[in-house]
């Protein structure tokens, strides 16, 4: 049925307009798109809008998700639907509420992503012409996964690089992400040749924009700060136990940034926040380590997220919200958030050499 007349390779049209019919096939034989690679760029997704039904249906999803929380359905269920899905809507949808980009009419996390995704086309086109198609898709909310696997089989994608946007691998985020894309795979008919991308948390490109987005922050500011904090998202100090290395990759990062910006230790920390329901999640929790660090005298800090490639709810409301609050209620004077790498240049050549690392062998 397919033999190498189907690359279509005569073609410069885009891959839709572009499929033939194999030489010699019955006239019902499916059109074959031209062969591409495709590169799936993975976050963990966001509510469509920060009203009760559309947070709830968001909320739902993601914590159902038995790699987030990995309590029995028996036991978990029931309190999410009864407890957490009434209440937790109305709360975290005002928050949304306050850092939504109204103009683009979604959350921030969306527009970001957005942007990241073209600026990463547009490197790798540059490079790979149409060989190549760049995407996102989102593990919770939409685009689905799904929709995203079925465009990329259906514009020609052979082959397909999926690359979950979390620097430190987590079983609640990098796992969670990779399933979601292998269950996509088990409804395709013609499953194409696939790779993931691992975690890039001791990366030197993206240690060096790390690094140059402090040292970006520092020069701007009148007085330096005593204290960089490294606030990562949690987890359940229990899922360490049990063997997730997330924690370990955190702390990594941390020790390479120091290096890289030439810091003593007292300079920079490591702290974890978002806690979530009544477990013990790792430690120290960023809200409280802000406060102690007023309390012994360390006036003035600057916070970075290293764990979120993406501004999200979690560092634009909670961190320069929430933490800021709790560091001035404690005496501190000055609070400098530095935002995450976001489409700056330095973090999407990053993330391009990463792409281009894993693609080897498929694109030279
Ligand atoms: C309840 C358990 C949760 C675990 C475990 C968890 C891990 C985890 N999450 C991220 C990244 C993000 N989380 C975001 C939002 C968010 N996270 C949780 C819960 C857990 N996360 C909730 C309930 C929410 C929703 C907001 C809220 O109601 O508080 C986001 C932001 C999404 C956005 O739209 O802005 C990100 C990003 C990581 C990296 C991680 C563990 C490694
Ligand atoms: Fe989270
Ligand atoms: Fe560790």
Redesign the pocket.
């Known amino acids: 049925m397919f033999d190498s007349k189907h690359d279509g390779s005569k073609s410069t049209a885009s891959a839709a307009a572009m499929a033939e019919r194999p030489a010699h096939a019955p006239a019902d034989h499916p059109k074959i798109p031209r062969e591409k690679v495709g590169i799936l760029l993975a976050n ?1 997704g ?2 469509d809008n920060y009203d009760y039904w559309s947070m709830r249906r968001y ?1 739902n999803e ?2 159902s998700d038995k790699r ?2 990995d309590y029995s359905p028996w036991v978990w269920q029931p309190i999410l639907q009864l407890v957490v899905l009434t209440k ?1 809507p109305f709360a ?1 949808g005002e928050a949304y509420k306050s850092i939504w980009n109204h103009e683009a009419g979604e ?1 921030p ?1 969306m527009t970001i992503t957005k942007s990241q995704t073209s600026k990463i086309r547009g490197t790798l086109q540059a490079a790979f012409g149409d060989r190549v198609m760049v995407d996102f898709c989102m593990r919770y909310g939409n685009p689905s996964t799904k929709s995203k696997v079925r465009e990329m089989v259906d514009m020609g994608c052979r082959k397909i690089l999926f690359f979950p946007l ?1 620097p ?1 691998y ?1 079983g ?2 990098s796992a969670t992400a990779n399933d979601h894309f292998f269950s996509a795979l088990m409804e395709e008919k013609w499953q194409p040749q696939v790779r993931t991308v691992p975690a890039y948390f001791e990366d030197p490109k993206y240690i060096e924009a790390l690094a140059a987005s402090v040292e970006r922050a520092y020069a701007a500011l009148e007085h330096q700060p005593d204290v960089l904090v490294c606030s990562y ?1 949690g ?2 100090q229990r899922y360490l136990t049990e063997g997730d290395p ?1 924690h370990c990759q955190c702390v990594k990062t941390t020790r390479l940034l120091k290096e890289k910006l030439g810091w003593t230790d007292d300079r920079i920390t490591t702290t974890f926040q ?1 806690r ?2 009544p477990e013990e999640w790792l430690q120290p929790y960023t809200v409280e380590e802000v406060a102690r660090l007023a309390e012994r005298g360390k006036k003035k800090i600057a916070v970075i997220a290293p ?2 490639s993406a501004d ?3 560092t634009l409301e909670e961190i320069n919200e929430e933490i800021r609050e709790s560091f001035e209620e404690a005496g501190g004077e000055e609070f400098t958030y530095i935002p995450c790498l976001n489409d700056d240049d330095h973090h999407i050549a990053a993330l391009c050499e990463v792409v281009r690392t894993h693609l080897k062998g498929w694109l030279d």
């Open positions: 963990l966001t509510p909320l993601f914590l987030v929380i937790r975290s959350s996390l979390y430190q987590s609640a985020t998202h987890v359940p997330y978002s979530f329901g764990a979120f999200c709810i979690e």
